[in-house]
């Protein structure tokens, strides 16, 4: 949340985009010892919690080196530059294979994909048929391997189980608790002293935790916050 909202909200302003893929960059070039030492751990379904804090961390740079290399006009050192970081990170992924980060990946690259195109709405007609197919080809394919203990070790999943539980946690998050606590909540960390986990989801966390006028901060903060994105992005920058 730190991080996040004040990030939402430069998004609404004008900031020099060069300048942050850059020092992102070199961020990273300074870290790519700690990148490697990432992929030579070994990783089963007991490890999910590190696999996605190792993938997370690194999707940000991902994006920041495809950025550099398919919409910048950046010279060609740092085009090298981001080949490197993009190989490391994508190796990473690859490793991990965490659920969420390949799904924010694919999103990526359809934005690539977006501004090349000269049909905008075609476009929109591929975002929204393909994730109804993904969906489709999905619930055929897991039907018939989700109980296989390869699967669940690849995808971290509880066999048999393609949710985890996280529909239970959504509706445990979301759930009526009184007026007074769903007006100002139940109190940092209440979900997790209860559920002994989190809910997998910000704004069910922030309703649970904070209540409704916390949510509904955030929410006035990130809709803005996406909207000036979205502006960005169809201006070019």
């Known amino acids: 949340l730190c991080i996040g909202i004040p990030?939402?909200?430069?998004?609404?302003?004008?900031?020099?985009?060069?300048?942050?893929?850059?020092?992102?960059?070199?961020?990273?070039?300074?870290?790519?010892?700690h990148f490697i030492s990432i992929l030579s751990r070994e990783y089963t379904i007991y490890t999910s919690g590190e696999q996605m804090g190792n993938a997370y961390s690194i999707l940000v740079i991902l994006f920041i080196a495809g950025w550099t290399l398919f919409d910048s006009n950046d010279s060609t050192l740092w085009k090298i530059v981001s080949i490197l970081i993009a190989a490391i990170c994508f190796s990473i992924l690859v490793k991990v294979m965490t659920r969420g980060a390949w799904l924010c990946v694919f999103a990526f690259l359809g934005y690539l994909l977006w501004k090349k195109m000269k049909s905008k709405r075609l476009f929109l007609?591929?975002?929204?048929?393909?994730?109804?197919?993904?969906i489709a080809v999905w619930i055929v394919f897991t039907k018939y391997i989700s109980h296989s203990e390869w699967f669940a070790n690849i995808f971290s999943l509880k066999a048999?189980?393609?949710?985890?539980?996280?529909?239970?946690?959504?509706?445990?998050?979301?759930?009526?608790?009184?007026?007074?606590?769903?007006?100002?909540g139940s109190g940092i960390g209440a979900f997790y002293g209860i559920y002994h986990t989190y809910p997998h989801n910000l704004f069910a966390q922030?309703?649970?935790?904070?209540?409704?006028i916390a949510l509904l901060t955030v929410v006035c903060i990130f809709i803005p916050g996406c909207k000036g994105l979205m502006h960005n992005a169809v201006n070019g920058q």
């Open 160 to 184: 048999g189980d393609l949710l985890n539980g996280r529909s239970n946690l959504l509706e445990y998050g979301f759930s009526y608790r009184g007026v007074l606590k769903t007006i100002f």
């Open 206 to 212: 922030l309703y649970y935790d904070q209540g409704l």
């Open 125 to 134: 007609v591929i975002v929204i048929s393909a994730p109804l197919l993904v």
């Open 7 to 33: 990030s939402l909200f430069l998004a609404t302003r004008k900031i020099d985009y060069d300048i942050l893929r850059h020092t992102i960059l070199i961020v990273a070039i300074g870290s790519i010892s």
